[in-house]
C-alpha cells in the first residue's frame, strides 16, 4: 500500500482534476461483479483504492500517469467495473482512473469509429445505427460497458457469432495508450501490434482512443425457440449457426432448469424445455422458422427490433447475465467459460454431470468455424469439488478459461504471454499498472 505521505503529495499536486476521496464512493469505484466467484469473493471484497480520478482528456490522463509515477502510486483504469473477475479491483490500493468521462466519438464513418475508451456500447451504437453501422460484437453488459473496458476485460458477445472473439486479428484496428514512464509517453499500436494491450486488464497501458471496426445493422428480431430436448435445441443451436443465408446476432441455449431463472421470461418457457434465445434480423425470419420446424422447435415469442427496445432486450438473459439472473433466485450458483468446440463434448458433460453442471452454450466463430461454448451454471459446494471439475472438462478435450482467479494468465491462456510481457517492461517499467494481476511480472520482479 502506497504511503499516506505520497498519497497527500498526490492529491495536492491533482487537485484540479475531478478527485474522489469520499469513502462510499470509493468503495462503490473499487470493485466489479467479483462476486459472481465464491473463490474471489473473500480475497476481494476489503480491496481500496486510496482515492479515484476522473480525467476528461488525453492530457489530464498524461498529468495522472506522471503524478503517479512521480510518488510510485499504483494506478488501475476502471471503465464501468461490470467486470467478473476483479480485473479493475485495486489490489495494491493507490489510484482508480475512472474513464468515464472520456466519452467522445472523435471519428464515425461507415465501417470505423475512433472513441475515447469511455463511451458506453449501446450509447455508441444508437449513434452509428443513424449511417446504418453498428459495433461488432459487444458483451451482454452492453447498455452500460464501455468499449475501452470490453477491450481491457472482455472477449465476445452477440455478434461474435459473426466475427469472432474480440482477439481475432482485425477486431481492433488500432490503439492509443499513456505510458508510465517518467516523462508518459502516447504511443500509437495498429494492426497486430494491439494484441499487446487487448485483454491485459489495463497493465500495461492506458488506452485513450480506439479505432474499432463496425459491422451493417440489421434491424434484429429476438425470438424464444423452445425444445423438448436439450441436444435437440443444441442441434439447431449448431445448424443456425452454420445457416449462412441466415444473419443472425445470437444463439444463447439453456438446457432446462436453467430457464426457471428467467422469471420476466416466464410466460414463454413451458416447464421441462430446454431453449433458445435469439437475434435474427427480421427479413430472414420465414427462413428462420423452417429450421425451427426441421428442429421440431416450438416459436413462443417473437419481437420486431422496435417492440424489443421497449423492454428488456433477450441479451440480458445470455452470455453472462444467465448467471446474474441464476444467483438472483440462488446466490450457491457460479459458472465456468468453457469452450466445447463439438457438440459430442456438449453431449458427453450434459450426461456426465446431470444434476450438477447446468449447460448453457453461446455459439460464435472460433478461426473460421461456428463452434459451441458456453457459461455453464453450477452450485458451489467446496473449492477442491470446482477444480475437480474443472480438471475434468480438461481431460476431456474442453478449455476452460478460469473465472474464479484474477491473474490475467491463469483465466485465459494459461501461459505467458511473451509480447504483453515485453510490452510492459516497455511502458511501466516500474511495475504501477494494475500490480498483482499479471504473473510474468511478478515472477520476473
Ligand atoms: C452480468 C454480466 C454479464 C457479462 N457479459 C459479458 C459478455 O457477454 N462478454 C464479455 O466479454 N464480458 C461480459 N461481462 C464482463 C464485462 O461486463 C465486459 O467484459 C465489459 O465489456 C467490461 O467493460 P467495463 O467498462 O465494465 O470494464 P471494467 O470492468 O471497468 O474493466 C475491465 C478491464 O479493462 C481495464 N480497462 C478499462 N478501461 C481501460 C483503459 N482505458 N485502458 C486500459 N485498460 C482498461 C480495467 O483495468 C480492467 O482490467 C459480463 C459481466 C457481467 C457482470
Redesign the pocket.
Known sequence: MPPATAINNLINELSHLELITDPVQIAKLSL??YY?SPILEPKLKEKRADLVLRPQTEAEVIQIAKACVKYKIPL?????????YG??VPLAGGVV?D?TK?NRIINLAKGIATVE??V??AAFDKKAAKIGWELRM????YR???????????????GSINYGV?RERGNVQGLR?VTLEDEPQIIELRGDEVQQ?NH????N????ELEMPLAPSYPWAEIIVTFDDFMQAANFGQALGNSDGIIKKLISIHAWPIPTYFIPLKDYLPVNKSVALLMVSEYDLEALSDLVKEYSGDITYRKTQKEASKGTSLLEF????T??HARSTDPRLTYLQTLYLTLERVEHFYNHFPNEVMIHL?FFKFAGKVIPGGLPLLSFTSEARLDEIIDYHEQQGASISNPHTYILEDGGSKVIDPLQLAFKERVDPYGLL?PQ?MRGWDEKT
Open positions: 466489479d461483479y459472481f488501475t483504469v476502471r471503465g464501468a467495473g461490470t467486470g467478473n480485473q479493475c482512473l474513464t472520456m475508451p469511455g458506453k456500447m459487444a458483451p451482454s453488459t452500460t460497458a464501455t468499449i475501452g473496458g470490453f477491450i481491457g476485460g472482455g472477449s465476445g458477445g452477440m474480440l495508450i494491450v491485459a486488464y489495463g497493465t497501458g492506458i488506452i485513450t445470455t452470455w453472462n447475465h448467471t446474474l453461446e494494475n494481476k
